[in-house]
């Protein structure tokens, strides 16, 4: 059983770019939620995805946005890229409806330099 | 105030001993708990997640939770040093998974 895959893995991006990052869960999964990691702030929430409904959004500004498709997969964007976006950025599925019942799988992440 | 808050460590411990990680949330709704654990360059992975108060036990890892006093703890027995990582505590309120900082333990062979 495939687990949950992350593209690209790693990427270098400038100041004002954009990116986009994808996730596929695992066959099955419903629910997608993305998390940010970085050494001083840890691991933030950043938005959950359940059958292409965003159910919840961390503090992030309106430059991180996110969408889910029909076959669960999902996407995150992040627009005018700043230095402090450089982190590593977690995808993770499960099969719970609730994310509170249920096991979290994560990708390997994709991480992201700013220059 | 943090959501969820645990002893910064780093924690260094004997092969053999015991590993005691704490955690403190400050939602009193929280109602799921979760310890994961994170390798140097991997993502985490979930050890042992708990719901009701009391102990839970799962080979060499027992979770404790207290929700009167808003804690949870992850005890390793009998510690290894493919224990040594970082133990992330995990605590859901709203569809929506709040994680502590982390605490680094290295098991010493």
């Known amino acids: 059983k495939a687990g949950v895959t992350q593209t690209p893995r790693y990427l270098i991006k400038t100041r004002g770019q954009q990116v986009t990052l994808s996730c596929s869960p695992i066959?099955?999964?419903?629910?997608v939620s993305w998390y940010q990691q970085t050494p001083g702030q840890g691991l933030q929430f950043l938005f959950e995805y359940f059958s292409e409904t965003q159910r919840n959004k961390g503090n992030f500004p309106g430059r991180f946005s996110g969408r889910q498709f029909s076959n669960s997969r999902s996407e995150m964007n992040v627009s005018t890229l700043e230095l402090g976006d450089s982190a590593l950025y977690l995808c993770?599925?499960?099969?719970?409806?609730?994310?509170?019942?249920?096991?979290?799988?994560f990708g390997e992440g994709s991480r992201l330099t700013v220059l | 105030q943090k959501e969820v808050e645990q002893n910064s460590g780093p924690l260094s411990v004997p092969e053999g001993a015991i590993a005691s990680l704490n955690c403190t949330y400050s939602d009193r709704g929280s109602q799921s708990f979760f310890w994961y654990r994170q390798y140097s360059g991997k993502s985490p992975e979930l050890i042992m997640f708990?719901?009701?108060?009391g102990d839970k036990e799962d080979g060499r890892f027992t979770a404790q939770l207290n929700k009167a006093s808003q804690y949870v703890s992850l005890l390793i027995r009998d510690s290894q040093p493919s224990d040594s990582a970082t133990y992330l505590c995990?605590?859901?309120?709203?569809?929506?998974?709040?994680f502590g900082a982390g605490t680094t333990v290295t098991v010493r062979a």
């Open positions: 993770a599925s499960s099969l719970a409806d609730s994310p509170g019942t249920g096991e979290l799988f």
């Open positions: 995990a605590v859901t309120n709203d569809y929506k998974l709040s």
């Open positions: 708990i719901y009701s108060n």
């Open positions: 066959s099955g999964h419903r629910s």
